[in-house]
């Protein structure tokens, strides 16, 4: 049987270019050498060798025909990557930058976030390197038709249930589940984040930045601290970032900076929520006319988001955006507390920073599971042929980011390492796929 040197040997010989993916596994591998000076069958009996290989990886052509009635070819993936606890669960990401590492190693992730939660979910994740930025809706819904037309053959509300991610928001989850239900002719619950009336949850649009946000609070709270009149920076503007603000401001924080890809934004007297939601929701328009729209606002299009003071950093853009160098500007800057609503957004180096220096540092795959979470309450739903109402899915949602809040630090502590939350979040998680998989034999 291999050791785990060994392990790590092998997982690097089978995914030589795969950066993202490797940084995913090294850390949770990394917390589970705690794990199995207990538990050596984990090693024995081959669950490490199997939980970091896909069940299954999907690779199709999508082809669509733009505005100009040009061919454009994308590709698509699923990678249905653990299944040990429930249906295949994650989201699909449309942007350019997707590749197969990026969508390893957010299904793999997902399987421990997914666990966290305490729903019958296992983990996968999809997407394309398709550009929705500057497409008109009608290349939108073509592209969403081609991209179901092959994925369809796949999913099902008992096999896969994609959700959406980067790219992906109610209108694009529209399009894909009417192809769906074209071509399966069945109305199942088999995407989640659907329209209100045809089968989507309250709260999931809101859920991720909520729940991160109710995270936030249980973790500060645990150490005597609220978010209550804290200065807070959020990084990105999409569902994430936006509903992670709204959260933030009703416990009584001040959100004083945001970005996208093209810049940041810095508002003192607090960001003016309903009119960034204005330009970002309905106008879908970037970032800087926000500081046109508000005379005491200020755009920068270069420099780090994260060199601005601040009590609370909520990164909620896109991976390895928080390096080294910001967190160094945070520390110095007495930051208390980051919170991940993205995933792994901050890098190895800033994570130790963060962690040697005493900032509270809660890991995504904890602390931003409120939207899968909520996404199992909408396939709840779905299979009851019931809708609850806003205040029962929130409420539910807050009792499950506190559980997890609690879960992620007690396990952190039984194994020593009081408030490491990204080794008792691996632990936790892992162990509960693991067992799983243990009981349902070599498969
Ligand atoms: P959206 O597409 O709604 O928003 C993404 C935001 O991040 C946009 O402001 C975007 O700016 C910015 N962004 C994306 N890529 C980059 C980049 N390479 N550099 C700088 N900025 C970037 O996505 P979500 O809010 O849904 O997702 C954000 C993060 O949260 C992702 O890591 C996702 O995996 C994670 N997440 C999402 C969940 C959900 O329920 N939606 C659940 C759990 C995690 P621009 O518009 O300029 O590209």
């Given at each position: 049987m291999k050791t785990l040197e060994q392990l790590k040997q092998t997982i690097m010989k089978r995914n030589p270019n795969d950066e993202e993916f490797l940084q995913a596994v090294d850390e949770v591998l990394q917390s589970l050498s705690l794990v199995l000076n207990k538990h050596p069958e984990f090693l024995n009996e081959g669950i490490l060798e199997r939980i970091v290989e896909p069940e299954r990886q999907l690779m199709f052509r999508v082809p669509w025909v733009d505005d100009q009635g040009n061919v454009q070819v994308n590709r698509g993936y699923r990678v249905e990557f653990n299944s040990a606890l429930g249906p295949y669960k994650g989201g699909l990401r449309f942007h350019p930058s997707v590749n197969i590492s990026i969508i390893k190693f957010l299904g793999f992730e997902q399987i421990f976030k997914n666990a966290l939660t305490g729903l019958a979910m296992g983990g996968g994740k999809g997407g394309s390197d398709f550009d929705p930025k500057g497409k008109s809706d009608q290349e939108i819904m073509r592209f969403c038709q081609s991209f179901m037309t092959e994925l369809a053959r796949h999913i099902g509300p008992d096999t896969d249930v994609p959700a959406g991610d980067i790219g992906v928001g109610a209108r694009e989850i529209g399009y894909l589940f009417g192809q769906y239900k074209r071509i399966r002719n069945a109305f199942h619950?088999?995407?989640?984040?659907?329209g209100l009336t045809w089968g989507g949850s309250l709260v999931r649009t809101q859920a991720t930045g909520y729940g991160l946000c109710y995270f936030t609070e249980a973790m500060l709270q645990d150490h005597n601290q609220s978010m209550k009149g804290k200065k807070i920076i959020i990084s990105g503007s999409g569902n994430v970032a936006i509903y992670a603000a709204e959260k933030a401001q009703q416990l009584g924080a001040c959100v004083i900076a945001m970005s996208d890809s093209s810049g940041y934004i810095v508002d003192e007297q607090g960001i003016d929520l309903a009119l960034l939601k204005d330009i970002k929701e309905v106008r879908r328009e970037r970032i800087h006319v926000y500081a046109q729209e508000k005379t005491n606002a200020s755009f920068h299009n270069s420099g780090s988001i994260w060199q601005i003071a601040c009590d609370i950093a909520l990164p909620c853009a896109t991976q390895n955006e928080l390096t080294k160098e910001d967190a160094q500007a945070l520390v110095n800057h007495h930051v208390l507390a980051v919170a991940e609503g993205a995933n792994m957004p901050t890098t190895p180096e800033a994570i130790e920073i963060f962690q040697s220096n005493g900032v509270l540092y809660a890991p995504g795959k904890a602390s931003n599971a409120g939207g899968v979470a909520t996404s199992g309450l909408e396939m709840a739903q779905n299979a009851a042929r019931l809708s609850w109402s806003f205040e029962e899915v929130d409420q539910r949602l807050q009792q499950i980011m506190q559980d997890i809040y609690y879960q992620v630090s007690q396990t952190a502590r039984q194994y020593g390492k009081e408030d490491n939350l990204v080794v008792g979040a691996n632990i936790a998680g892992f162990l509960k796929v693991a067992k799983a998989m243990q009981e349902q034999g070599v498969v």
């Open positions: 619950g088999v995407l989640t984040g659907k």
